[in-house]
């Protein structure tokens, strides 16, 4: 009933106007007085995890993206490498395991059947297994070494919304509470990230009060037969999700793309008239917005219509961008929470323009029980 929507149309559009509170919710009781990070399901001891010399993330679907983020939060922080595998690949290649390293397993519902094999496969080759994990009690939690909760509260829509945005701040918990432990970060920029963290759930919030210049976006759409999703960084997951999300919702052939390998091939897409959605990194590091803008300008060059996602104050895009969709400034590898949510807002909207079931698409379960 639409009461049990607060009279949205579907649990996902609920969903995705949840996630200022879940990921406040999921970040709840995480700093001490002192301001040092705690994680209090935490249940590998500092000495474990200081001989954590190599991270597998293993996850499917939209989790799998949120662990693609992780890998860049963790480097960059913590200095141990990461590998982001499918959980359906991972096993069947013989990975290289050992009690070093660190399997964190990504899952909403925590009964993903991929997902969950895959940890029975690392605990075998004695390597521990962290879950990250939204559904308390679940078989993926109860059969790690160690859980971090997510608390977006029950998510009912199959396409994963407030889910991803909570496994997300999972992630960044993750990575400073491993550079806190490990010492490869100093107290004051930890608690720096926590802020900025805190701060996040009203940036979302902003991004929410623009909900409706997306809608009308997507209405144009209508009749469209194919997105493009440009990303670099930590954009990147953001292009792959929001074109998963036009898949599972508006059933459009949609396809994320790091922008750098534009040239490699997906250029030769592009004809008169294709939307690209483009997530432009902040102004600042490694000339990173530089170089998506100049992706941006050979796409547009070759009669793309280009949709830029930029931040507050960035005018550099403007002269390339035919529609600019404006984020809050925040740092880099907290991007991803603010970005992906016009492009939920926008396949939602479309898939309801065009007439689907945005709660249960055709074809997909909420959680998949078997490989
Ligand atoms: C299904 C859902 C997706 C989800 C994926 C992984 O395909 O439709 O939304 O991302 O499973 O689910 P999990 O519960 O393991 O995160």
Redesign the pocket.
């Known amino acids: 009933s639409a009461a049990e929507k607060d009279g949205h149309d579907w649990f996902m559009r609920k969903e995705i106007f949840e996630q200022p509170r879940a990921v406040a919710d999921s970040l709840l009781g995480r700093r001490t007085a002192e301001g040092h990070l705690q994680l209090d399901e935490m249940r590998l001891s500092d000495q474990e995890l200081r001989d954590v010399d190599k991270i597998i993330i293993i996850?499917?679907?939209?989790?799998f993206y949120a662990g693609l983020v992780a890998k860049y939060a963790i480097e960059h922080w913590c200095r141990i490498p990461v590998e982001v595998e499918l959980a359906s690949e991972f096993r069947y290649r013989d990975p290289i395991l050992d009690y070093s390293t660190l399997v964190v397993a990504?899952?909403?519902?925590?009964?993903?059947a991929d997902?969950l094999q895959a940890i029975r496969h690392a605990r075998a080759q004695k390597s521990k297994v962290l879950a990250i994990c939204n559904t308390n009690g679940s078989t993926i939690p109860r059969e790690s070494d160690a859980v971090i909760y997510t608390h977006a509260g029950p998510e009912i829509g199959?396409?994963?919304t407030k889910?991803f945005l909570t496994q997300l701040v999972a992630c960044y918990l993750l990575a400073l509470y491993l550079a806190q432990v490990k010492g490869t970060r100093f107290g004051d920029e930890i608690s720096q990230v926590v802020r900025q963290l805190e701060a996040m759930p009203s940036h979302i919030e902003s991004v929410l009060a623009s909900a409706d210049d997306v809608y009308a976006l997507a209405r144009e759409h209508v009749g469209t037969r194919s997105v493009l999703f440009l990303g670099r960084h930590a954009g990147y997951p953001v292009a792959l999700e929001g074109a998963l999300k036009l898949k599972?919702l508006a059933y459009l052939h949609a396809e994320g793309f790091a922008a750098g390998e534009l040239k490699h091939g997906p250029i030769a897409l592009v004809e008169q008239g294709l939307p690209v959605l483009c997530v432009v990194p902040p102004a600042g590091r490694d000339q990173l917005r530089d170089k998506m803008v100049s992706g941006i300008q050979e796409v547009r060059a070759r009669g793309a219509r280009t949709i830029c996602l930029v931040e507050e104050g960035d005018d550099a895009i403007t002269p390339y961008a035919d529609v600019v969709l404006r984020l809050p400034k925040v740092p880099v590898l907290l991007q991803p929470l603010v970005a992906v949510v016009p492009l939920q807002l926008f396949a939602c909207e479309l898939a309801t323009v065009m007439g689907h079931d945005v709660d249960q698409p055709r074809n997909?379960?909420?959680?998949?029980t078997v490989e």
């Open positions: 996850a499917c679907g939209t989790s990504i899952s909403q519902s925590g009964e993903t997902t199959v396409a994963s889910g599972e997909l379960a909420k959680s998949v």
